[in-house]
């Protein structure tokens, strides 16, 4: 699976981006989809997951309440809705097809998209 990020950009807190990621490759709707980020000097960790068929999503408690992942499988597209962003949520934003929905385990990546949020 060949994946493409986009969506992100500079914001003030309180803000709200959409990011959008694009699959090619292989049937899109035999994978689970998740959203990862990456601050400057941490790991990447886990935001959201939503299952191949959209009927199951995680989120980080980081982001409940404030970020939602969906899907469009006639589209092959996965999408985070980020609303009410803090300084806290800048970093780049990568989606990933999961080997597995429960565990959000990565099996494919996508490049990264920037989301700063300035305060």
């Known amino acids: 699976v060949q994946l493409q990020a986009s969506g992100g950009g500079l914001v003030q807190a309180g803000g709200s981006l959409r990011l959008s990621c694009a699959a090619s490759?292989?049937?899109?709707?035999?994978?689970?989809m998740g959203w990862f980020r990456q601050a400057p000097g941490k790991e990447r960790e886990f935001v959201a997951a939503i299952s191949d068929n959209g009927a199951r999503t995680d989120y980080a408690d980081s982001v409940k309440g404030r970020f939602t992942i969906s899907r469009d499988n006639a589209r092959n597209r996965v999408y985070l809705q980020m609303n009410s962003l803090k300084p806290e949520d800048t970093a780049v934003y990568y989606c990933?097809?999961?080997?597995?929905?429960?565990?959000?385990?990565?099996?494919?990546w996508g490049q990264g998209t920037q989301v700063t949020v300035s305060s």
């Open positions: 990933a097809a999961l080997e597995t929905f429960d565990g959000s385990v990565p099996k494919y």
């Open positions: 490759g292989r049937t899109f709707s035999d994978y689970g």
